[in-house]
């Protein structure tokens, strides 16, 4: 709900997997269902793949970094600091079938004045567990506004079973209540999300964990906006948003700025931007910015998404992002919050802490297994190069209710499309279940 700025502000199943799956559906401490593992009507790339996973945290420091929440008006000067980041990693694991799993903890804003609601996720990855295979893909990941990476297991603990190394960076925002701090976020995603994917293409490619050469992005709400800009979307020195910085902070890091490169993303193969943030009323890249990214790009947004925008924001963005191969998800009536875990039990409380996790429309556990079907898909194709998942990709008709399945075709109830043939229900989804959604896809216009 409050991805952004809150609530009230502007608008095939490899065998490892499957002994993990049934270990978790049989422990009675997890009889909650697990995010990442989806249900029946899932689309078919959504399930699990072949690996376990592990899960483990590392640190990194940014030297000399603006602190623009001390901003001293007297002197108009914006302090340098260190920044200290802490790291979940995701990653393909060797781990015993018996090892315990991973129970993630984390916080959220309340409404004030209750303080922060804490909760509990059951996870699939297995704590510190050795790493499995070598030069894998490399995924960094954004979280919304006061989010933390941990309520975007659906996704972490799902692409790592898929043999991705997943990097989700704790942003450490100030508390979304606080409207007052704003920039912080604004001024620091960008900054991390850059920052961090240098850090590890070097370290964990040192240690042959990673190929740096197939590195892509993720981000939710305020972490769409970063991913967006680490990409290669300018910022806009005449945007209000970017002109109310304090000290002039981003100046020298827009386009021509003497730290302009400390945005750029090396070796980027692809982007995923959820709920994004960015567009209307801040305009934070103008009319031409998001000309600037030149990798494909995936964006998903539900069209009544009343944080961020749907028109102004995903729908506008992508049809500006021009110079790239891009794709839209949208779901009908869909609002902002598709982009967290299922509601967690001490959620459960309040409308308002029950927000973070649930649109008043789509369940979400089932957004989450569409969502990860096509960013599986997306991903496998464009960071992997396998021009198999082309095909789920590339579909017969926008409006996913106008497929259709000839009696003459072969295909039980629950039968995944086969996306061909005549059948025009969208690739891999089952059925009766591809509804209520759409998908656009455009060429990228030569520079």
Same mark, same amino acid.
């Given at each position: 709900?409050?991805?952004?700025?809150?609530?009230?502000?502007?608008?095939?199943?490899?065998?490892?997997? =499957?002994?993990?799956?049934?270990?978790?559906?049989?422990?009675?401490?997890?009889?909650?269902?697990?995010?990442?593992?989806?249900?029946?009507?899932?689309?078919?790339?959504?399930?699990?793949?072949?690996?376990?996973?592990?899960?483990? !945290?590392?640190?990194?420091?940014?030297?000399?970094?603006?602190?623009?929440?001390?901003?001293?008006?007297?002197?108009?000067?914006?302090?340098?600091?260190?920044?200290?980041?802490?790291?979940?990693?995701?990653?393909?694991?060797?781990?015993?079938?018996?090892?315990?799993?991973?129970?993630?903890?984390?916080?959220?804003?309340?409404?004030?004045?209750?303080?922060?609601?804490?909760?509990?996720?059951?996870?699939?990855?297995?704590?510190?567990?050795?790493?499995?295979?070598?030069?894998?893909?490399?995924?960094?990941?954004?979280?919304?506004?006061?989010?933390?990476?941990?309520?975007?297991?659906?996704?972490?603990?799902?692409?790592?079973?898929?043999?991705?190394?997943?990097?989700?960076?704790?942003?450490?925002?100030?508390?979304?209540?606080?409207?007052?701090?704003?920039?912080?976020?604004?001024?620091?995603?960008?900054?991390?999300?850059?920052?961090?994917?240098?850090?590890?293409?070097?370290?964990?490619?040192?240690?042959?964990?990673?190929?740096?050469?197939? !590195?892509?992005?993720?981000?939710?709400?305020?972490?769409?906006?970063?991913?967006?800009?680490?990409?290669?979307?300018?910022?806009?020195?005449?945007?209000?948003?970017?002109?109310?910085?304090?000290?002039?902070?981003?100046?020298?890091?827009?386009?021509?700025?003497?730290?302009?490169?400390?945005?750029?993303?090396?070796?980027?193969?692809?982007?995923?931007?959820?709920?994004?943030?960015?567009?209307?009323?801040?305009?934070?890249?103008?009319? =031409?910015?998001?000309?600037?990214?030149?990798?494909?790009?995936?964006?998903?947004?539900?069209?009544?998404?009343?944080?961020?925008?749907?028109?102004?924001?995903?729908?506008?963005?992508?049809?500006?992002?021009?110079?790239?191969?891009?794709?839209?998800?949208?779901?009908?009536?869909?609002?902002?919050?598709?982009?967290?875990?299922?509601?967690?039990?001490?959620?459960?409380?309040?409308?308002?802490?029950?927000?973070?996790?649930?649109?008043?429309?789509?369940?979400?556990?089932?957004?989450?297994?569409?969502?990860?079907?096509?960013?599986?898909?997306?991903?496998?194709?464009?960071?992997?190069?396998?021009? #198999?998942?082309?095909?789920?990709?590339?579909?017969?008709?926008?409006? #996913?209710?106008?497929?259709?399945?000839?009696?003459?075709?072969?295909?039980?109830?629950?039968?995944?499309?086969?996306? #061909?043939?005549?059948?025009?229900?969208?690739?891999?989804?089952?059925?009766?279940?591809?509804?209520?959604?759409?998908?656009?896809?455009?060429?990228?216009?030569?520079?």
């Amino acid at each position: 709900m409050r991805g952004f700025m809150g609530a009230h502000a502007p608008r095939a199943f490899g065998r490892g997997a =499957a002994v993990v799956c049934a270990a978790l559906l049989a422990s009675p401490a997890l009889a909650e269902r697990v995010p990442s593992v989806y249900g029946a009507d899932a689309p078919q790339l959504a399930a699990l793949g072949p690996d376990r996973v592990g899960y483990r !945290t590392l640190t990194l420091v940014e030297h000399d970094q603006p602190d623009v929440l001390a901003y001293d008006s007297a002197s108009g000067r914006v302090p340098q600091r260190d920044r200290t980041l802490v790291i979940d990693l995701w990653y393909p694991a060797l781990a015993s079938a018996s090892a315990p799993h991973v129970v993630y903890r984390a916080a959220f804003p309340s409404e004030p004045p209750a303080p922060p609601a804490p909760f509990t996720i059951p996870g699939i990855a297995v704590r510190d567990a050795k790493f499995a295979g070598h030069d894998r893909p490399l995924v960094i990941v954004s979280h919304g506004y006061s989010n933390q990476p941990v309520a975007m297991s659906w996704i972490t603990e799902n692409l790592a079973s898929k043999g991705y190394v997943v990097a989700a960076i704790r942003h450490e925002d100030p508390p979304i209540t606080d409207k007052a701090k704003f920039v912080g976020p604004l001024v620091r995603r960008p900054l991390d999300i850059a920052f961090v994917a240098a850090a590890l293409q070097r370290d964990l490619a040192a240690k042959h964990w990673i190929d740096p050469r197939r !590195t892509a992005l993720l981000g939710y709400s305020m972490g769409g906006y970063g991913v967006l800009t680490a990409a290669g979307a300018t910022l806009d020195p005449h945007s209000p948003v970017i002109r109310a910085v304090p000290g002039g902070a981003l100046a020298p890091y827009l386009r021509g700025g003497p730290r302009a490169a400390a945005l750029d993303v090396a070796h980027l193969r692809a982007v995923v931007a959820i709920s994004p943030a960015g567009g209307s009323p801040w305009n934070v890249w103008g009319a =031409a910015g998001l000309a600037g990214i030149d990798v494909p790009l995936l964006l998903i947004n539900g069209d009544q998404d009343r944080t961020v925008g749907y028109t102004e924001a995903a729908r506008a963005f992508f049809d500006e992002a021009v110079h790239a191969r891009r794709y839209l998800l949208t779901f009908r009536e869909g609002g902002h919050d598709i982009g967290l875990d299922p509601t967690p039990p001490q959620m459960r409380n309040s409308l308002w802490n029950e927000g973070w996790f649930q649109d008043p429309v789509w369940s979400t556990e089932r957004v989450n297994a569409i969502n990860a079907h096509f960013i599986t898909a997306f991903l496998d194709r464009y960071v992997k190069g396998d021009a #198999s998942r082309e095909a789920y990709l590339d579909l017969p008709v926008v409006e #996913s209710d106008r497929g259709v399945w000839p009696a003459s075709v072969p295909g039980g109830y629950d039968a995944y499309s086969p996306g #061909s043939g005549g059948v025009t229900v969208w690739k891999g989804f089952r059925r009766p279940y591809a509804i209520g959604l759409e998908w656009r896809s455009a060429a990228p216009q030569p520079r």
